[in-house]
Nanobody, 124 residues
Framework: QVQLVESGGGLVQAGGSLRLSCAAS????????MGWFRQAPGKEREFVAS????????YYSDSVKGRFTISRDNAKNTVYLQMNSLKPEDTAVYYC?????????????????WGQGTQVTVSS
C-alpha cells in the first residue's frame, strides 16, 4: 500500500520560511518522479515544483521560481520543499505526488499517488 505523508506546514508571517517534507512508503521511491502541488480555497490544484527520479532535474512554476527549492533523499524515501520569502498568496494546502512514468510533470493527471496534504498559511 503506497502512502505519501506530508508534514511541516503551519502558520508563518510574510517573508518567512517553511520546509515541507513528504515521506513515501510502499513503493520503490527512486523509480518515481515527485511533485508538489497546492490548492487554495475555491481554486484548482496547481503545480508548484517537481524533481526527477535521481534529483538531477527540477522544475518550478513561475510563481515560486527563485523562492522555493525542491529536493529529495532517496535513501530516506523523502522529498522536500524549502519555501523562502513566503507571500500571503502562497497560502494553500500543499500536496506531494508520485509519478512512475515521467509524464507531463506540471499536470495532476501525470501522478498516480497523492498525499493527504498539509496546510500552509502565510499572514500579511
Amino acid at each position: 500500500q503506497v502512502q505519501l505523508v506530508e508534514s511541516g506546514g503551519g502558520l508563518v508571517q510574510a517573508g518567512g520560511s517553511l520546509r515541507l517534507s513528504c515521506a513515501a512508503s510502499g513503493l520503490t521511491f527512486s523509480r518515481y518522479a515527485m511533485g508538489w502541488f497546492r490548492q487554495a480555497p475555491g481554486k484548482e490544484r496547481e503545480f508548484v515544483a517537481s524533481i526527477s527520479r535521481s534529483g538531477g532535474n527540477t522544475y518550478y512554476s513561475d510563481s515560486v521560481k527563485g523562492r522555493f527549492t525542491i529536493s529529495r533523499d532517496n535513501a530516506k524515501n523523502t522529498v522536500y520543499l524549502q519555501m523562502n520569502s513566503l507571500k500571503p498568496e502562497d497560502t494553500a494546502v500543499y500536496y506531494c505526488a508520485a509519478d512512475r512514468w515521467s509524464g507531463t510533470y506540471y499536470t495532476t493527471s501525470a501522478y498516480q499517488y497523492w498525499g493527504q496534504g498539509t496546510q500552509v498559511t502565510v499572514s500579511s
